[in-house]
């Protein structure tokens, strides 16, 4: 079974997943590939370099977003979100990017290497790096989850250490 989240746990998966995907459509062709990405009141915050991705953005930036939490398979939270894709070319802007990513982000990657790396080349004050900063303004999100109770399961009772998973979950 499912249950659609409440906008208040729509916001809480996006704030709190790093990694999403984002899905572009130009030409008859659909292209979607996994990003690093910060939510902030409304709109998803990314860095990207020159490619197809960014190609088909500037094409037709109107594009979808997915981001999940699975623990199991009958323990997940998904959202998919629809939203205008806008590069960030004005100085205030990337630096609002950039503060957003740093603290959303770099807050959660545990290896010190890894914030040192042409990946994530950037600090607050980095208005000028290279790299295409962008956002998405979210126009519509939806999302489930799964809920699932151990009485509705029918390996209930036959596989007792895998029971715990079949709780509701939200």
Sequence with gaps: MFQELSRSQIESVLQHRIFGHIGCHTNGLTYVVPICYAYDQGYIFGRTAEGLKLEMMRENPEVCFQVEHVETMVKWESVVCWGVFKELSNTEDRLEAIRVLQGRVAAKIENDDLLQ??????????????????????????????????????????????????VEFL
């Design 117 to 166: 790396s042409s990946y994530w080349p950037f600090a607050v004050s980095d208005s000028d790096k290279e790299g295409i900063l962008f956002c998405i303004e979210l126009k519509q999100l939806t999302g489930r989850c799964s809920v699932c109770k151990s009485e509705m399961s029918p390996l209930r009772g036959r596989f007792p250490d895998i029971r715990e998973n079949y």
